[in-house]
Structure formats: C-alpha cells, structure tokens
C-alpha cells in the first residue's frame, strides 16, 4: 500500500468491513479475527486499531499493539536494516519509546525472575486453598488440547504460517479453556508475552495446549503453547515449541456486569509453578498499568520496590520524553556549561537542565541504562 497524503512514509492505512463470520455470538469482531489482521499490517511498527459507525461515523479506539519481526535472510549472511528517518517531534518520540520498550523486553527475565522468587516466598494462597473448599476448582478441569493442519492459504509466500493465524487458533482454544471455569463466553482482554519461538510451514501439524494458570477475581490468565510436528516428527512424537502466549480474560453476563471467576487450586508442581507465574505477570500487568495511566487500579506492591525498577524506568522515560519534545522552552541560566531551561504551560512550571560531560556518549547511555551499576553512581538507590 502506498501512504495517503499526510502520512509519512512509514505509516500504513488498511480498512476491513466486519462481516457477520467476523464476530462473536455476541456480535462484536472476534479477537481472533483481529490479531490476523494485525498481524497483516504491522512490521516493526505500532498498530492503533478503531472502529467507525458507518451511521453515525464515530470512531472508537479498540486495541493497541506493537509488533516486532525478524528479516529472514536469503543466504547465511546477516541482513542489516537502514535506519529510520524522523521527521516530526511525534516520530522521535516514538522512536524513543521503542527503544526503551526493547530495553524492557530484554530486561523482563530478570524482573520476572525476581518477582516469581518473591511470589513463592510471600504469596501462600496457593498453600491455603483446602481440598474440601467448594468454591475452588482445579485447574486440570480447564486443559485444552486442539490440532490444526497447516495449509497454503494459512502461509505466506515463504510457506511459512501467519503469526496472525497462529494467534488465532490460539485465541479460540484459550477461549475454551476460560468458558470451561465460568461456564460463560469470555472476551479476551490482553495478551501478555506472545513470543515465537519458532516457524512452523504448510503441511506441519499444530497442537494448542491450553490451560487456566490462575485468576483475579474479574479475570483468568490462561497459558496457551504451540507445539509443531511435521511428517517424521509426528511419528516419533518429536514436538518443536514454536509459540507460547498468556491471555487475560474477562466475562460477562446479559446486562454486561463482569462475572468473577471462582477460585483455581494447582495440583501439580507444574501447574503451582504457573499459579505463581500468573501472580508475577499479574503485578508487573497493574504496576506498568499504575504507573503509565495513573488510574485507581493501584498495584498491591510497593512501586518504589526494586522489582518495579524497569517499569518505573519506562514511566520516567517516556514521560520526560514527551515533556522535552514540547514546544516553548526558553534558556534562563547558562554557567559553566551547564543550561537550564523553563517551560510554561497553564498551571505548570517544568525545569530542563542540560549538561555536557566528558565521556562518549554511549558509555553514558550504557552506565544510566543498566540497572546493576546503578548502585555506583546514584546513593540514593537502596
């Protein structure tokens, strides 16, 4: 597609009616349906998906994601992208922002790991729960297992499978496995760490393992993993894991009020291993959520907790990104070659101060961006 006039060269626009083989018995697009066509349209980018009344042409905001892909080289060597160009004060904080989203991605392990020791030793719902407790539900009564056959029209031109489609498949038995604990339709209201791991190509044979790892009340976290076969591999019953995802659903009832989900009890150490992750998941999910849209829904951990220090990193960065990319501001002081701005903006005053240091410009980043030195140069840190 070529960009409409006013838009940059790197923006894309595609439009979809939905058809009634496009939605939910309840009559709204399928999640699904949505991710395939996501997935058709974004690479490297973000995606902002609305919706318009053809009536009233009012538009709503319905989901937001960003994709990253992988250039899959023609021989052994390494293809390098050139990189973008800004143009806009819009573009460089985009550009900004997904730096800092790819630092986060690289550091969640080790935040995810910190969180998971501290749910083992503080969370003991999970020891608490009684076999005799009728409100608690096992959560081996919500495993899902599904096959799908990889045909041409589910694959690109590289006979590779859609992501998109993928995703799909994995909506619909993770679906299933949600409705099974509340006996309900659930919608599906996130997804948290969709990874591939691996391609899979036409005529490979796809098994979706899903199963609820905890809930929260108003929600159910359910894992969902792929496994892939082809002819020889399913003989010998060798799997590849090319995909793993959590999805976060919700329920609801005729007049729309959100159903809460029973209690789960792991009965294996297994599934107590992901009870635990879905706690983890839960608290990185409320804290990021907190802290970037300062809303009510407040963590249940401390924000200033040392586990919260990459979520806390992204709000500072991408808040101060934003202030710095305003228009207006105005040098009041220069001294030893240090500058300090104002900015002035209804009721707020902001201070900007700039200093030039002797040291690379890398070397500073690389010092300020990782957390393990951080202890050398800020006191303040414990």
Known sequence: MEPAEGQSSGQVCMCQTIFPEHATHRGELSAGQLLKWIDTIACLVGVKVTVQDILTSVQKLISVAFSTY???PVGDEKVNLKPVKLQSPQDHLEHSLAIERRRIRLDHEHVFETLMQESNMEDGQCDNVSDTEEDTISTDLTHVQSIELVLPPHANHHGN???????AWMETVATISASRLCHSYPTLKSVDMFKFRGPSTVGDRLV???????????????????????????????????NSAFLIFNA?????????????KPTTKDGLRRYHGAIARRRIRLTRKYILSNKEDTPSTDLWDTSNQAYLSYSSVAT???????YGWEITSTLDNIKIFTHEESDTLSVKVEMQVRIPSNLAFFLLSDFRLRRQWDKHYL
């Open 70 to 72: 992988v250039i899959r």
């Open 161 to 167: 499978t859609f992501g998109g489609q993928i995703m």
């Open 208 to 242: 979706f393992k899903a199963i609820v790892n905890n809930t929260f009340q108003k929600s159910v976290e359910v894992g969902v993993r792929v496994e892939a076969y082809n002819c020889e591999e399913w003989t010998i019953g060798q799997a590849r894991h090319i």
């Open 252 to 264: 609801v009832n005729d007049k729309g009020e959100l159903l809460t989900f029973p209690r789960v």
């Open 320 to 326: 101060l990104t934003v202030l710095a990319t305003k």
